[in-house]
Every structure is written in structure tokens, then in C-alpha cells.
């Protein structure tokens, strides 16, 4: 079964600055999908960045990017310009390519981000 | 964008009565729903997924009698919490793959169930 870890419960940074979240996944699999997903104090998610793991190129959405390592199983997400805005809880999730979005996504246990004034 | 409607976003039920939780996909049809229980500070952890026109596929560990999760058209599927309890206090969310997109997932807004 896939697992997926985020080793930070609780993550600080200036506003303007830049951080960086970490996730790593287990899989057997070759080819799936991973995403970071924000849950504001509203509860709703937010999909923030999608990673396809057959792309080697890393997703980037304006302020947010990603490292992916598939050897290393490594998915983190960076911040650049902290606004005040992106406080929230941060989720690392994925789901296998096949099925056809049969299945349901994993969330790691998520990393809340503060962001100091 | 899709857009995936859950309601009602509040309940208080006593115990021992059910509640039902719609989740209705508002401009794309979802043939493939999921459902999902969120304890306070803690992560989403995937309860059943909800196909339409069959039988709900459900996690190991999650009860299917206490858990009725029905998916009668390609907009709406719901979750019966039947015989509340207070353990089954939590809050829910329904999500729904968006066609078209690749690998792409959209999330209802939650329901906070509270079993007094």
C-alpha cells in the first residue's frame, strides 16, 4: 500500500520569504500522480500544484514549485514570496496513474505553515 | 471551474438518529465520488468511493451498514451516517475527479457532524 509522509507538523516563515515543504511517498508503482493541497481555516481544499511522475520537468504555478526526486520518492514544495494569504494547513497527496480516477488520493498528514508579519 | 456542492455544512444530531450529506457535482458529471473523514488536526483518510450506478467501494476498517453512501445520478451522491454516535463526530468531505483533466480532483466544502 502507498504511504505518504510530511515530517514537518508545523512550519514558520517571514512574510516574504521563502519555505519549503517536505513530503516523501512509498509506492510500488511507476507511474502516478502527487499533489499539495491547501486547507485554509475554511476547511476547503485548494489543489495548489499537480505533479505528473512520468514528467521529469518539475510543475511550477506562479509562486509555488516543486522538487520532484522520484528515486528518492521526494515531493517538496516551495514558497517563494510568503503572503500572509498562505497560512494554512498544507497536505501531500497521491494517487496511482492507472484507474482512471478510480481511486481515491492519499494525504499525508499535512504541515501547517505560519506566516509571521 | 467544476464545482462540487456538499451540504448541509453543519449538523447536530442526537444520538442514535442519521443524517444524510449530499455532495452534488453543480456543472460536469461525476461518475466517480469519494468520500472522506477528517479528524481535528489530522489528515483526510478515504472512507469509500462512490460509483454511480453500483455499489460503493469501501476501506478497510470503515463499517458499510454504519456508512450508506448512494449514488443514484452522475450529479449527486450522498452519505447516510446511520445510528449516530458521538464517536462518529468528524468532519466529511466529499470529492469528485473533474473530466477532462488530468489527475485533476475537486472538494466539497465539508460537513462538521456533531453527535450530541
Known amino acids: 500500500a502507498q504511504t505518504v509522509t510530511q515530517s514537518q507538523p508545523e512550519m514558520s516563515v517571514q512574510e516574504a520569504e521563502t519555505v519549503t515543504l517536505s513530503c516523501t511517498y512509498d509506492t510500488s508503482e511507476s507511474d502516478y500522480y502527487l499533489f499539495w493541497y491547501k486547507q485554509p481555516p475554511s476547511r476547503q481544499m485548494i489543489l495548489v500544484i499537480r505533479?505528473?511522475?512520468?514528467?521529469?520537468q518539475n510543475a511550477t504555478e506562479n509562486r509555488f514549485s516543486v522538487n520532484f526526486q522520484k528515486a528518492a520518492k521526494s515531493f517538496s514544495l516551495k514558497i517563494s514570496d510568503s503572503q500572509l494569504g498562505d497560512a494554512a494547513m498544507y497536505f501531500c497527496?497521491?494517487?496511482?496513474?492507472?484507474?482512471?480516477?478510480?481511486?481515491?488520493?492519499?494525504f499525508g498528514k499535512g504541515t501547517h505553515l505560519i506566516i509571521q508579519p | 471551474g467544476a464545482v462540487v456542492s456538499q451540504h448541509p455544512s453543519r449538523v447536530i444530531c442526537k444520538s442514535g438518529t442519521s443524517v444524510k450529506i449530499e455532495c452534488r457535482s453543480l456543472?460536469?458529471?461525476?461518475?466517480?465520488m469519494f468520500w472522506y473523514r477528517q479528524f481535528p488536526k489530522q489528515s483526510l483518510m478515504l472512507m469509500a468511493t462512490?460509483?454511480?450506478?453500483?455499489?460503493?467501494?469501501?476501506e478497510q476498517g470503515v463499517e458499510k451498514d454504519k456508512f450508506l453512501i448512494n449514488h443514484a445520478s452522475l450529479t449527486l451522491s450522498t452519505l447516510t451516517v446511520t445510528s449516530a454516535h458521538p464517536e462518529d463526530s468528524s468532519f466529511y468531505i466529499c470529492?469528485?475527479?473533474?473530466?477532462?483533466?488530468?489527475?485533476?480532483?475537486?472538494f466539497g466544502s465539508g460537513t462538521r457532524l456533531t453527535v450530541v
Open positions: 505533479q505528473e511522475a512520468y514528467k521529469q
Open positions: 497527496a497521491y494517487r496511482p496513474l492507472k484507474g482512471g480516477g478510480a481511486d481515491g488520493l492519499t
Open positions: 456543472d460536469f458529471q461525476a461518475t466517480t
Open positions: 462512490s460509483n454511480e450506478g453500483s455499489k460503493a467501494t469501501y
Open positions: 470529492s469528485a475527479k473533474v473530466p477532462g483533466t488530468a489527475g485533476g480532483y475537486t
